[in-house]
């Protein structure tokens, strides 16, 4: 088996504040999975907000340097002081999906100018019919085709759309790995399926493995493979998406589980959540613990 | 239900508001809000659902008295039941609704950190929000907002932090304190949860929950997310291209809806526990300022026949307080395969 992705025991700190009352902020605290390159895959990071999930992610796609240990992408060491052919090499083989689709194109470009761009830097080419076609193809993979797309702008697509336009430049060079940074918290529930369905396609028909991050357990729990939980820059819980949600065993997985807001007694005005699940999960913070694996194939942060 | 108990508290009758523009001499008109018709009663929390421009969020400015240019009320009425007096809002000066505006009428907003000054104090953003409609100065002021924070769960502290030194979750509690510390009558929630994680996002509804009994306050909640909807309110109602399509008691419109396209919201929820392919919503809501023919859904609906492409579809009673605006609402059936329990009982 070779691996696409091998996260070895990562660490990022920021110091924040000046010279006098410098403070460490542990972000991201000895992180370590890895995707196979002949099995795509869907896998997930859940956690709030704080968690360290973005910050794994942007270390990932080489935007951040990792304090300690490294991360090995096809066996290359990915470094944000790579020269600029092997950085756009690496970029051509790991592409991102941002959150807020609005934000990420340029409202007073046409959407076409934003693919062609990508097309040219990773082509090499100038020749336009080449172009054209190659953002076509990625356009057709996500449902959508250069008819429909060209001469528009950002204002005249649907949060749906414009997501999905964003999948497709990122798909124009062909990677193998997608990183999805929260892509369905911004879009309408309606649109949301279109765009979870669309991420489950490119697993399934175009073999491209995802890292999608959320703290959307319920989409989660729809299309990923495997999974990773994380709370305050630790990972407490990693497996198998179904197992790991079907029945979490650390304490802050069972109160995320608990906090998803359920239909099934629509009306019925529960909202409390039990204040000693609050507390067991709070309680843990800050302890550093060690992750062990069970016998379903989970590993399980224990602590003491 | 105790619903009819509690008299009206609001009162809207055809309320068509439309943004009129006119530049350079070529005249727009887009129909953000055509005839909407509904009341709430005293002690209700409303939950209104509806994707980005359905509307929605024109439908509240008119609710809130915030009508500016370009959006004009062109027809319609929306009257509150204060205890001071009632008051019609599209017809109001300015003073009256400095009157009865935080008071009687206030409002939770989206966004906690572009809602709080980020160079002021969050007690100093309470003087200015709080300090005239409650008639309070210094220490009773201050004992007054204190008391409110407690109730909260925040610190007294916080009034002396900056917006950017408190967490999302409490950014969003003062908030909905800043909304809340003059007891109004009635609130509205523009989606106060959209941004924030499960675990505080559920801690922030039972408080708005909680707040909403203690005060016996009306909530018109916002959101296009429907699990939030099951949760927290009591009526339902759904909005889509600027009218309103369904409205009825929660439970019924999970269970039974009588919309296809509240049927397709209910069904595209994703549940833990179940894989099962979940269908999307084809197209796009349609362009408000050039609105399809008949029923406004019907690019969309799978059930749509000739008459729903011509006609648009009256809003009818089909069970106790449920109204649907649909030709064939006999037909809708919750989506097979659901997210929902309705899936099996159907």
Redesign the interface.
Known sequence: MTTLLDVRNVSKHFTMGGIFGRKTVNAVMDASFSLSAEKPEIFTIIG???SGKTTLARMVLGLEDPSEGEILFQGQKVSRHASKAERLAFMSKVQPVFQNPFEAFNPLKKIERYLESTARQFLHTKDRAAIDRVMDEALQKVGLSLKEVRGRFPHE?????LQRCAIARALIPNPPLLITDEPVSMV???????I??LLKSLRDDLKVSVIYIT?????A??ISNRLIIMQRGRIVEMGDA?TV??NPQHPYSK???A??????D????????DPGM?QAANGLVGEAGKLVMRPDGREVRVYG | MTRDSKPDLLKVEGLKAYYQMNYYGVEREVRAVDGISMNIKRGEVYGIAG???SGKTSFIKVLAAAIRPPLKVVEGTVKYEFKNGPIEVTTASKAQVEDVRWKHLSYIMQGSMSVLNPVRRIGRTFKDFAQRPLGLTGAAFEARVVSHLARLKLPPEVLKAYPHEL??GMRQRVTIGLATVCHPEFIIADEPTTA????????V??LI?DIQKEMDSSVVFVT???????????RVGIIYAGRLVEEG???Q???TPRHPYTA???A????????T??????G??PNLADPPQGCRFHPRCPLAVDKCRQEVPPLETVDVDHRTACWRWQDVKPLVGS???AGVMA
């Open positions: 709030e907000s704080g697509m649907s949060g749906g759309q309408d529930a309606s649109l949301r399926m279109s979870v369905n703290h959307d357990l319920a989409t729990y729809y179904r949600l079907d109160l995320l589980k906090s998803v807001l359920s239909t099934d629509a009306g019925a005005g529960k909202l409390a959540t609050v | 994707e980005s421009s967490s999302g924030l994680d499960v675990v505080v996002q559920k801690e509804l039972s929950r296009h997310d429907m699990s939030v909807h099951a949760n927290i309110a009591d008691p929660t439970r419109m999970f269970f397709h919201l209910v595209s929820l994703p549940r833990i526990g179940d894989t392919q979940r269908p999307a919503l084809e796009r809501p997210a929902h329990p």
